[in-house]
Nanobody
Framework: VQLVESGGGLVQAGGSLRLSCVAS????????MGWYRQAPGKERELVAAISSGGSTRYADSVKGRFTISRDNAKRTLYLQMNSLKPEDTAMYYCAASEAHLWEMRATTTAYWGQGTQVTVSS
């Protein structure tokens, strides 16, 4: 499975960005896809994830501001980020996992994109 992200950039606090991730290769074994982020000096954290059936989960810090979605026909995963805060600044990674939605963790996620930088200025 190959994952290619796009859509990061620099935005002012309160602004919005939409990240996209196009998947290619054999994905029949993938049960969940998601977005992780990692800021300098911090651990990689799961921001949002979505199952093959459309169920979702979010980190508490982004609930109500971020929305994850997928377009299966286009093999594309999205992350709509609204009301961005400086603390959202990080490298964002698309990920695909054979684990189920609530079992998805960075340590067991097999497939990663190269990352896209999101910077939110105050």
């Amino acid at each position: 499975v190959q994952l290619v992200e796009s859509g990061g950039g620099l935005v002012q606090a309160g602004g919005s960005l939409r990240l996209s991730c196009v998947a290619s290769g054999t994905i029949f074994s993938i049960n969940a896809m998601g977005w992780y982020r990692q800021a300098p000096g911090k651990e990689r954290e799961l921001v949002a994830a979505i199952s093959s059936g459309g169920s979702t989960r979010y980190a508490d810090s982004v609930k109500g501001r971020f929305t994850i979605s997928r377009d299966n026909a286009k093999r594309t995963l999205y992350l709509q980020m609204n009301s961005l805060k400086p603390e959202d600044t990080a490298m964002y990674y698309c990920a695909a996992s054979e684990a189920h939605l609530w079992e998805m963790r960075a340590t067991t996620t097999a497939y990663w994109g190269q990352g896209t930088q999101v910077t939110v200025s105050s």
